[in-house]
């Protein structure tokens, strides 16, 4: 089946720094990719959505420059924390359509993210 | 706007026992679709079991089901023969919209089910 390869499963950064996680689709073409961000015990809130070679569409109260998602390629998208802080520290998980079926979506293995 | 609810924060049940996990929605779209997915300790999203609005029969996946009443907008979750694995973080989600717009899911607060042995 469709498989989405998330990179790192887990990261821990000093403040300030900046982290990059990767997703990619193994054995499909992901044209959407949804990044979700997940604080413990709580549900999944969607950061934005990103389409392949055009500019994210980020949820209200996301802040774009600091979350920077590219999608480059039909294959990989990436979402950057830059100059993080402790509060950016939560579980980061993505999703891709893989392909016209209305219920066909494939989710990552999600990064836990600690910033020290 | 679209909203899910998930009203048990938490489920404790016996081995070998049903559970139903309870999940309503609200959306003016006439199209729309519900899933639900397991996440366990590990985090990862494990797909359980979709419906569509149109669709004329409740979903059945194995030992899951979809209990499906569109009138009251509730999709409940349905377990049959509870298993010591099916102890996790279960939440509903929705994709409204149809084939229109992005197509992202919306997810509920979640249930934590805990199966005792």
């Known amino acids: 089946g469709a498989v989405v390869s998330q990179h790192p499963s887990w990261v821990i950064c000093k403040s300030g720094t900046s982290v990059k996680i990767e997703c990619r689709s193994l054995d499909f073409q992901a044209t959407t990719m949804f990044w979700y961000r997940q604080f413990p015990k709580q549900s999944l809130m969607l950061m934005a959505t990103?389409?392949?070679?055009?500019?994210?569409?980020?949820e209200q109260g996301v802040e774009k420059d600091k979350f920077l998602i590219n999608h480059a390629s039909l294959t990989l998208s990436t979402l950057t924390v830059t100059s993080a802080h402790p509060e950016d520290s939560s579980f980061y998980i993505c999703?891709?359509?893989?392909?016209?079926?209305?219920?066909?979506?494939?989710f990552g293995s999600g990064t836990r993210l600690t910033v020290v | 706007a679209q909203k899910i609810t998930q009203t048990q924060p938490g489920m404790f049940v016996q081995e070998k026992e049903a559970v139903t996990l309870d999940c309503t929605y609200d959306?003016?779209?006439?199209?729309?679709?519900l899933f639900w997915y397991k996440q366990p300790s590990s985090g990862e999203m494990i797909f359980l079991i979709y419906?569509?609005?149109?669709?004329?029969q409740n979903a059945t996946e194995g030992r899951y089901s979809l209990n499906f009443q569109k009138a009251r907008k509730s999709a409940n979750l349905v377990i049959s023969a509870s298993q010591l694995g099916d102890s996790a973080m279960y939440f509903c989600?929705?994709?409204?919209?149809?084939?229109?717009?992005?197509?992202?899911?919306?997810f509920g607060q979640g249930t934590r089910l805990t199966i005792n042995p």
């Open positions: 989600a929705m994709r409204p919209q149809g084939f229109q717009g992005a197509q992202k899911l919306v």
């Open positions: 990103s389409n392949e070679g055009s500019k994210a569409t980020y």
């Open positions: 999703s891709a359509r893989n392909g016209p079926s209305l219920r066909g979506y494939t």
């Open positions: 959306t003016s779209d006439p199209s729309y679709g």
């Open positions: 419906q569509g609005s149109y669709d004329q």
